[in-house]
C-alpha cells in the first residue's frame, strides 16, 4: 500500500469510505440529532448529502486532478518541456468544529486523501455522538498508519499540534485559530484557517422584502443560528425596517409555528456554555421577536432585536446563535460606518433589485463570499471557493480546489539536450547588449 504515489489505491479507499459512510447514513443521522436535535432534514442536507457528493465527484475526478499538467514552456528555456506535478505534503492535521461537526470533518478528510496525504482528524468535542461515529467509520475504512481519527478536546487537540505537521487544516474560533496558526509557525507548517465573523445581511429599498425575510430566516436559523455564515446582523433601510420586521416575525413562524420549542425543525444550542452565552447576549436588548430561553434543553427562540448599540454585548463578537439584530441605515456612509467597524466578515449578503448597488456593495467591502438575494447557499457550489480573508480565516476549498489544497504545486521543466545556447553562460563579454535586444523582444 502507497497512498503517496499510488492513485489507484487512493481511488479505493474512497470508495470504500463511500460505502461505509452510506452503509451508516441513517446512525451519523442519529448522532447529529442526539448531539444537538439537529433535524434529520437538515442533517441530510447540510452534512451526508454534502459528504456524499462530495466523495462521488472526488473519486470520479481523482485521476485527472493528480495528473502532472503540462504547462506553455518559456522561451528562454528553449528546447524544454515544462510540468506542474503534484504532489501530497505528507501528514495533515485536520482540526474540525462541532456545528457542522461531520461535513467540516470529512469533507477535508477526503481531499486530504484524494492528494495522498497520512491524515489525522480531531473530531469536535463537543458533539460527541458525532465524533464517536466518525472514529467507528475511519477506523473501518483506513490503516490507523495512513488515516486516524484522535478523539478529545483542548488538551488532545493541544498535544497534536505541538507535534511537527506537513499541512495544517484547522476549522473553528479565530481566538483558537490563533494559536494554530502560532503552533504551525514553529515548524512553518502551511495552514488553512475556516474561521468566522460578523456577517451583515444588507436589505435596501428595491428589495423584494417578503422573499428576502423568507431567505434570510432560513440561513439565520437553520442548525440554530450556529453556522460560521449565517446572517449575523441586518442593516435595513429606516424606511423599510418596520414592514421588513413583520416579514420576519410572519416568516418565524411560518417555518417554527407559534412556539418554535416544539418544532422538530429548529435544532438546540450545543450546551449549557454556549446556552449561558447566547442568553447573556440577550441582557439590555429590546427584544421585538422571541426571546423565550429554556436552560433544561438548551433552547433559545429564535429572536429579533431591534436597533442594538453598537457597543451592546450583542454587537461586540460573532453571535453563532438564533439571535438576529436589527440596525437601520440611511445612505451608503452609515452603511460603510458599521460595516467597516468589523474585522472582514466570512460572509455578506445584500438583498436589492438594483444591480449597481449590488456590484458596489461586492466591490467596497472586503469579505469571504457571499450571495445577491439570498443567504448561505455560496456554501453548496463546488466549483465556488469557500474561506474567509483577514480575521475569517486563511485558504479556501472545495471541489477541485480542496485537492490543490492539499497538494504541493512542483514545477518541473525537462530540457531538451539536443540544443545547447551558450548565451547565458560566462563569461558574459559583450553579450549584455545582445541579450537586451533579445530581452526587448521578448
Ligand atoms: P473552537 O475554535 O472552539 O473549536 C474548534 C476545534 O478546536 C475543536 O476541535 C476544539 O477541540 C479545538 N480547540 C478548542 N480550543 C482549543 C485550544 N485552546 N487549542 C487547540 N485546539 C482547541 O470552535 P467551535 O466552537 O467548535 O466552532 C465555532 C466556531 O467555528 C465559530 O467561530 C464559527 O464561525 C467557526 N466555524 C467556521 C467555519 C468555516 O468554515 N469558516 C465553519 C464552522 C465553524
Known amino acids: 500500500m502507497n497512498y503517496k504515489t499510488d492513485i489507484v489505491y487512493r481511488k479505493e479507499s474512497l470508495k470504500k469510505l463511500l460505502h461505509n459512510i452510506l452503509k451508516n447514513e441513517d446512525a451519523i443521522v442519529q448522532a447529529?440529532?442526539?448531539?444537538?436535535?439537529?433535524?434529520?432534514?437538515?442533517?441530510?442536507?447540510?452534512?451526508?448529502?454534502?459528504?456524499?457528493?462530495?466523495?462521488?465527484?472526488?473519486?470520479?475526478?481523482?485521476?485527472?486532478?493528480?495528473?502532472?499538467?503540462?504547462?506553455?514552456?518559456?522561451?528562454?528555456?528553449?528546447?524544454?518541456?515544462?510540468?506542474?506535478?503534484?504532489?501530497?505534503?505528507?501528514?495533515?492535521?485536520?482540526?474540525?468544529?462541532?456545528?457542522?461537526?461531520?461535513?467540516?470533518?470529512?469533507?477535508?478528510?477526503?481531499?486530504?486523501v484524494a492528494a495522498g496525504n497520512q491524515v489525522v482528524l480531531k473530531p469536535s468535542e463537543l458533539t460527541p455522538n458525532t465524533s464517536k461515529i466518525i472514529a467507528k467509520i475511519i477506523s473501518e475504512t483506513f490503516d490507523a498508519n495512513h488515516v486516524e481519527v484522535m478523539e478529545g478536546g483542548v488538551d488532545v487537540a493541544q498535544k497534536l499540534l505541538a507535534q511537527r505537521w506537513d499541512y495544517i487544516f484547522f476549522t473553528g474560533s479565530v481566538g483558537v485559530g490563533k494559536i494554530v496558526a502560532k503552533a504551525a509557525a514553529e515548524n512553518l507548517t502551511p495552514v488553512t484557517l475556516e474561521l468566522g465573523g460578523k456577517n451583515p445581511c444588507i436589505v435596501d429599498e428595491t428589495a423584494n422584502l417578503k422573499l428576502a425575510a423568507k431567505r434570510i430566516v432560513w440561513g439565520k436559523f437553520i442548525n440554530s443560528g450556529q453556522t460560521c455564515i449565517a446572517p449575523d446582523y441586518i442593516l435595513v433601510q429606516t424606511k423599510m425596517k418596520a414592514r421588513f420586521i413583520a416579514y420576519l416575525k410572519e416568516e418565524i413562524t411560518e417555518a417554527y409555528g407559534e412556539n418554535p420549542e416544539n418544532s422538530p425543525d429548529f435544532c438546540r444550542i450545543v450546551n449549557d456554555k454556549n446556552w449561558q452565552r447566547q442568553c447573556d447576549l440577550l441582557v439590555g436588548c429590546t427584544i421585538v421577536y422571541g426571546g423565550q430561553t429554556n436552560a433544561a434543553?438548551?433552547?433559545?427562540?429564535?429572536?429579533?432585536?431591534?436597533?442594538?448599540?453598537?457597543?451592546?454585548?450583542?454587537?461586540?463578537?460573532?453571535?453563532?446563535?438564533?439571535?438576529?439584530?436589527?440596525?437601520?441605515?440611511?445612505?451608503?456612509?452609515?452603511?460603510?460606518?458599521?460595516?467597516?467597524?468589523?474585522?472582514?466578515?466570512?460572509?455578506l449578503y445584500v438583498f436589492t433589485e438594483n444591480k449597481r448597488f449590488a456590484e458596489k456593495v461586492i466591490q467596497e467591502f472586503s469579505f469571504g463570499g457571499g450571495c445577491v438575494n439570498d443567504t448561505v447557499i455560496q456554501f453548496s457550489n463546488k466549483r465556488l471557493p469557500f474561506g474567509g480573508v483577514g480575521y475569517s480565516g486563511i485558504g479556501a476549498y472545495h471541489g477541485k480546489m480542496s485537492f490543490n489544497l492539499f497538494s504541493h504545486k512542483k514545477a518541473i521543466v525537462k530540457k531538451a539536450n539536443w540544443l545547447d545556447l551558450p548565451m547565458r553562460y560566462a563569461p558574459y563579454n559583450n553579450k549584455l547588449k545582445t541579450i537586451r535586444k533579445f530581452l526587448k523582444w521578448l
Open 32 to 112: 447529529l440529532y442526539d448531539d444537538f436535535r439537529k433535524p434529520a432534514f437538515e442533517a441530510v442536507l447540510t452534512e451526508t448529502h454534502f459528504v456524499i457528493s462530495d466523495l462521488k465527484d472526488t473519486i470520479k475526478k481523482i485521476k485527472s486532478w493528480a495528473k502532472p499538467k503540462r504547462v506553455l514552456p518559456s522561451i528562454l528555456n528553449f528546447p524544454s518541456k515544462d510540468y506542474i506535478y503534484i504532489e501530497p505534503y505528507g501528514k495533515v492535521l485536520i482540526i474540525a468544529p462541532w456545528n457542522y461537526p461531520f461535513q467540516l470533518a470529512l469533507c477535508p478528510l477526503i481531499a486530504a
Open 297 to 347: 434543553n438548551c433552547y433559545i427562540a429564535p429572536t429579533l432585536i431591534d436597533e442594538p448599540s453598537l457597543d451592546s454585548l450583542v454587537m461586540q463578537d460573532e453571535i453563532f446563535g438564533p439571535i438576529l439584530p436589527i440596525l437601520s441605515y440611511d445612505n451608503d456612509l452609515d452603511l460603510k460606518n458599521i460595516i467597516s467597524k468589523y474585522e472582514k466578515p466570512l460572509a
